[in-house]
């Protein structure tokens, strides 16, 4: 399926269809200018160019506000499931090119003190309140033995970025919880996490939360090893619900680790990587706005397997689909 596809047209030929059809005073403002560049155009719609073109469209048919809304989280929608898609063949294309390495330096979505997983508790202690709390509903602490530790190692995941609850920029700091955020009301504290990526006296975003505090995040300067004991998330699947979502049978090792701007993926010195670390949009803005990574072992072959990329609300690709095409709610 082309990009173009995923946002409703037949072909880049569609798109320059609908666009000739379109007359310049029908729109108004920026769409105006970016209308005239985009007619110029016979095929080779990047991204953002289609999510222009709904826009457009939308505004052409006198779409009601609130719709026209819909209109652009559908699009986001479409945009989301192709960013899954990169980060799939991305993560596989890395590894192919690194030797069966795959890539290192993941979010470990935790809060701690210090750079030690072994010292990770439980999930309501230490997910991190950032985390969209959809995301963290199928996740669960597990305890790796040596054994497990050192197949992850094998396959290149060493490390694991970690935000520092001690950590503060300015009035604010990195602490909050999980339990916190679930809590309902919510209990996050007044000047924590989430505080600080709202307040405008520092230049902390949901984008760069695991990123060192140097960097504007609130991550640990030290990556945490993953060894013998360490704790890490997994998605449970001894739900059935759950296993069946990620196609995988009951009770398969699945191990979850945030996609960020930190990770090997990203590092231009590296064979395979990637110019940019996707964003997901549909969380709220102080909420962990990236992708995750499931890391499964297959116990016919004892290897480990990307199993699939979910959404920063914890969504599937096919669940995302739906959104697209409307049969789910992009809400």
Known sequence: MSIAQLFGFKSDKHVAAKLAAVETHQVSGKLRSRLAALKKKEGGFTLLELLVVVAILAAVAGTATIILRDTDRQASAAA???????????????????????????????VAAAADLTTIT??????????NVDLAEPLEVA?????????????GITQLRVIGSGIAHGAFNCAGTYAQAVAEPSTLPADGIRALINSRSNDVTNSNIFRPAGANGC????????????????????????????????????????IGPDSTLFDPQT??????TPTYRHVTQDEYNRFVGLFGVNETTDEIEL?????????????????????????
Do not use: C
């Open 80 to 110: 989301h499931v192709a960013m899954m898609d990169e980060l799939s063949k991305g993560i596989l294309t890395y590894r192919v090119l690194n030797n069966g390495q795959y890539p290192d330096n993941f979010d470990s979505l935790f």
């Open 122 to 131: 439980d999930k309501d202690t230490n997910v991190s309140g950032v985390v």
């Open 143 to 155: 305890t790796l033995t040596e054994a497990e530790a050192d197949r992850l190692n094998e396959y």
């Open 219 to 258: 991550g640990l300067d030290a990556s945490a090893p993953i060894v013998d004991a360490a704790k890490v998330l997994v998605w449970d699947t001894s739900d059935q619900g759950n296993a069946d979502r990620i196609k995988v049978p009951l009770n398969t090792t699945v191990y979850a680790f945030g």
């Open 271 to 276: 064979r395979g990587a990637l110019n940019n």
């Open 307 to 331: 199993i699939a990329v979910v959404d920063g609300a914890g969504d599937t690709k096919d669940e995302e689909l739906g959104e697209w095409d409307g049969t789910r709610s992009t809400l």
